[in-house]
């Protein structure tokens, strides 16, 4: 099990132990000290860990820009990352505020990788980032190369299209700080944190989605942030309202672990603000069966899921939980 602490390091546990050593260490290159939402904020493990070792980070630089790096597993020890075998693939130009960095990384079904970056900060995206001639705002597709690099997969939306980044895949996303893929149908699920009055949820079927745009910052959720045009803005499945307590959605998984069976096929998300980890039923354009877990978690700042299916849930408390 590998636990992410936003300051810099990669805790391993085996058998419910922590190891003395960190699996990775980058406190030193990373910059976390002008807001709670910079750090270390993301890794992922392609399909093919055992056999390549390689593996992805995203953290934030001192200028504020993000970057997302490949690193190898150590070929003496396999508890411990192999630090000088760092390649960055990507630099993202974030220079302006310490905010919305996004920073989920996450391999979809047919082994791409997947980026989420927030819009660059501040409140109502003021350099119009929810467009495509930037990465912020968005969430990227890329095919890393064993080498350190990265192609672009030929059938992303943008691709040999004048001034339009060929590594978008989707658009118009104020900070999808969480998303995942549901490991049984393939399905993203995307929780996109809101500014001051609605959190959403997106649902995009397996197969689909390429190029969507999910309307920040002309649109909030449902309601309308700014005049302007938003061309075919998709509608969330799912609107938290800040009235109701909620201030920064906290996007999780589809359970699949067998041993919950009263959870199993339900979307499960929390709040920053809201201690409550509640479940949902998700579909084409629809959200049915909203209730809460039963669960609470203070300050819930993360999900995990392993390869069994288990549940985990970061708090920037401290502690990680385990849905039994």
Same mark, same amino acid.
């Given at each position: 099990?590998?636990?992410?602490?936003?300051?810099?390091?990669?805790?391993?546990?085996?058998?419910?132990?922590?190891?003395?050593?960190?699996?990775?260490?980058?406190?030193?290159?990373?910059?976390?000290?002008?807001?709670?939402?910079?750090?270390?904020?993301?890794?992922?493990?392609?399909?093919?860990?055992?056999?390549?070792?390689?593996?992805?980070?995203?953290?934030?630089?001192?200028?504020?820009?993000?970057?997302?790096?490949?690193?190898?597993?150590?070929?003496?020890?396999?508890?411990?990352?192999?630090?000088?075998?760092?390649?960055?693939?990507?630099?993202?130009?974030?220079?302006?505020?310490?905010?919305?960095?996004?920073?989920?990384?996450?391999?979809?079904?047919?082994?791409?990788?997947?980026?989420?970056? *927030?819009?660059?900060?501040?409140?109502?995206?003021?350099?119009?980032?929810?467009?495509?001639?930037?990465?912020?705002?968005?969430?990227?597709?890329?095919?890393?190369?064993?080498?350190?690099?990265?192609?672009?997969?030929?059938?992303?939306?943008?691709?040999?299209?004048?001034?339009?980044?060929?590594?978008?895949?989707?658009?118009?996303?104020?900070?999808?700080?969480?998303?995942?893929?549901?490991?049984?149908?393939?399905?993203?699920?995307? *929780?996109?944190?809101?500014?001051?009055?609605?959190?959403?949820?997106?649902?995009?079927?397996?197969?689909?989605?390429?190029?969507?745009?999910?309307?920040?910052?002309?649109?909030?959720?449902?309601?309308?942030?700014?005049?302007?045009?938003?061309?075919? #803005?998709?509608?969330?499945?799912?609107?938290?309202?800040?009235?109701?307590?909620?201030? #920064?959605?906290?996007?999780?998984?589809?359970?699949?672990?067998?041993?919950?069976?009263?959870?199993? *096929?339900?979307?499960?998300?929390?709040?920053?603000?809201?201690?409550?980890?509640?479940?949902?039923?998700?579909?084409?354009?629809?959200?049915?069966?909203?209730?809460?877990?039963?669960?609470?978690?203070?300050?819930?700042?993360?999900?995990?899921?392993?390869?069994?299916?288990?549940?985990?849930?970061?708090?920037?408390?401290?502690?990680?939980?385990?849905?039994?």
């Amino acid at each position: 099990l590998f636990i992410v602490q936003r300051l810099g390091k990669v805790i391993l546990m085996l058998n419910g132990r922590a190891q003395p050593h960190p699996f990775l260490d980058v406190t030193s290159l990373l910059y976390s000290g002008g807001a709670d939402e910079q750090g270390l904020l993301g890794l992922t493990f392609p399909a093919d860990y055992a056999r390549s070792g390689l593996f992805y980070v995203s953290y934030t630089i001192a200028n504020n820009d993000i970057r997302i790096v490949q690193y190898r597993r150590s070929a003496s020890d396999p508890n411990l990352a192999e630090a000088a075998s760092a390649h960055v693939l990507l630099t993202i130009d974030h220079h302006k505020f310490p905010s919305h960095n996004g920073g989920q990384l996450a391999f979809g079904p047919e082994g791409d990788l997947y980026i989420g970056v *927030g819009d660059g900060g501040s409140e109502d995206d003021p350099d119009n980032n929810g467009n495509t001639d930037t990465l912020l705002a968005k969430i990227l597709r890329i095919k890393p190369t064993p080498e350190g690099g990265y192609t672009i997969p030929p059938s992303n939306p943008f691709v040999s299209q004048s001034g339009k980044r060929p590594e978008i895949w989707a658009y118009g996303l104020r900070n999808a700080w969480r998303f995942s893929f549901d490991r049984k149908t393939g399905d993203l699920i995307i *929780g996109d944190v809101g500014q001051d009055k609605q959190e959403e949820v997106d649902f995009v079927p397996a197969g689909t989605g390429a190029g969507a745009n999910y309307g920040w910052s002309i649109f909030e959720g449902d309601r309308r942030n700014k005049p302007g045009n938003a061309p075919n #803005a998709v509608a969330p499945v799912l609107v938290a309202q800040h009235s109701d307590g909620y201030c #920064a959605i906290i996007g999780g998984y589809v359970v699949r672990d067998r041993s919950l069976p009263g959870l199993y *096929g339900r979307y499960l998300f929390g709040d920053y603000c809201r201690p409550q980890i509640e479940s949902v039923r998700l579909s084409k354009g629809h959200a049915t069966g909203l209730k809460p877990t039963g669960l609470q978690v203070s300050e819930t700042s993360s999900f995990g899921q392993d390869a069994m299916g288990h549940i985990y849930v970061a708090s920037l408390k401290g502690p990680v939980y385990r849905l039994k």
